[in-house]
């Protein structure tokens, strides 16, 4: 009977170290550099370099549920958020798609502004966001589509590079489609 309980509770034990050890927010800051590009064949000329700026850190909880709480800056894009205001909360869903939605406010009215769609490899080494097009009548409406979209993606110095690494990141968001 002793042999059991020793047993049950060494079990029970490595149970709540796994269960704690997933659970404890891991932090991350990196500087990757990349390429911005329009999908899409008619927009193959279409393509910048770009610089990723990550800082911040991902919890886990027991259902395995990820969010991640700090900044992503991009540099050269024009985000119409103050820059004291820029803290992100951004919860994946189970196809690995992480919104990111600024909420902040501006002379005392709260506004939010959708930048586009995050994704990530699991220690953000790798990343792809689909940036959402404007709305010409209200920027904090915007869209993106698989055929014309704009992306930016890194690590990587060009588009086919950018575009392969985009595929891998969103294959259970795209199910089985690829992007061009």
């Avoid at 004291?84 to 994946?92: A, P």
Wanted: some cysteine; proline content about 4%.
């Amino acid at each position: 009977m002793k042999k059991f309980l020793l047993s049950a509770s060494l079990i029970i034990i490595a149970i709540c170290i796994i269960a704690i050890t997933q659970i404890i927010p891991k932090s991350y800051s990196v500087t990757l550099e990349g390429v911005k590009y329009q999908l899409g064949a008619d927009h193959k000329a279409f393509t910048s370099p770009v610089t990723i700026r990550i800082d911040g850190e991902l919890k886990k909880s027991l259902t395995n549920v990820k969010t991640f709480n700090g900044i992503i800056d991009v540099e050269g894009e024009n985000i119409p958020v103050p820059s004291d205001q820029r803290k992100l909360e951004i919860k994946f869903q189970e196809n690995g798609a992480g919104p990111i939605v600024y909420s902040y406010n501006d002379n005392g009215s709260p506004v939010t502004y959708s930048y586009g769609t995050l994704y990530v490899n699991t220690d953000f080494s790798e990343v792809t966001i689909a940036t959402s097009a404007k709305d010409a009548a209200d920027a904090s409406k915007g869209s993106w589509t698989a055929e014309d979209g704009y992306m930016i993606t890194a690590p990587a110095g060009d588009r086919e590079e950018a575009l392969k690494l985009s595929n891998e990141l969103m294959k259970d968001f795209l199910n089985g489609k690829t992007l061009e």
